[in-house]
């Protein structure tokens, strides 16, 4: 029992810190285009869509800023928000790359155009002053949809290089490459899920289980994205008439 029990921990302890530095590279890269694309590249966005509608001025968004007005305080809290949105799309991204499946190509266009679309139906909406007072609605649609859809293209670059077996985060010392993996702290509910999912496949699930649960899961997406493509249409069209 002893040497089962040493064993399995002798199993354990490599496994666990490989899944560390891989969470850790997936959570680096990101937050920092959560920062560059959803940060700067949201603000730049925003400012482009208040010069072209000026009578929006002043007024407050849905999400609580002034329209056309920045502050140095209000443009740190979306620049900290993004970063750890992108921390977390980092880590859903480590979990979906597991369940993709086909050619490279065919991976990469569906860990794009999925978040695009997810994402861009939560955004979009009839309700609430942003879509109705910015102006042309469809280009502002197509903004906060390209938003994501660029993030995640990008990650899926960014996320594989670093995530390599020769990259930086599997080579590199321990302190440095599970530093990003702090960034969690904010988020330790999902931290929990993304662990306990880990666990649960790499230890208590045998592998026939494991491959009925993964097609299960593309199901679950595909529906998923179903749904937010469908509810992206309508409001899109709504927005139109």
């Not at 880590?91 to 695009?116: D, K, N």
């Not at 790499?202 to 289980?209: D, K, V």
């Amino acid at each position: 029992m002893g040497t089962q029990l040493s064993a399995g921990g002798s199993r354990w302890g490599p496994a666990a810190g490989r899944a560390a530095r891989r969470l850790s590279a997936s959570t680096a890269a990101g937050a920092l285009l959560g920062l560059l694309v959803g940060g700067v590249g949201g603000r730049l966005a925003m400012g482009l869509l208040a010069a072209m509608n000026p009578t929006a001025t002043g007024v407050i968004s849905d999400d609580g800023f002034r329209i056309g007005q920045f502050t140095p305080s209000g443009t740190a809290n979306l620049l900290v928000a993004t970063t750890l949105i992108g921390a977390l799309g980092g880590g859903i991204y480590l979990v979906l790359r597991q369940v993709a499946f086909g050619p490279r190509w065919f991976r990469a266009l569906s860990l794009s155009l999925g978040p695009a679309i997810v994402v861009g139906s939560m955004v979009v909406h009839v309700d609430g002053v942003d879509f109705i007072l910015l102006r042309p609605p469809l280009f502002a649609v197509a903004v906060f949809v390209a938003i994501p859809g660029i993030y995640a293209a990008l990650l899926t670059v960014l996320a594989e290089r670093w995530l390599a077996p020769d990259g930086p985060f599997a080579r590199g010392r321990r302190v440095l490459t599970l530093a990003p993996l702090l960034l969690w702290i904010p988020l330790a509910p999902v931290l929990a899920v993304l662990v306990a999912g880990w666990l649960l496949g790499e230890w208590a699930l045998p592998a026939r289980a494991r491959a009925a649960a993964l097609w299960v899961a593309r199901a679950g997406l595909v529906g998923l994205f179903s749904a937010s493509l469908y509810a992206l249409v309508r409001d899109t069209v709504r927005l139109l008439e």
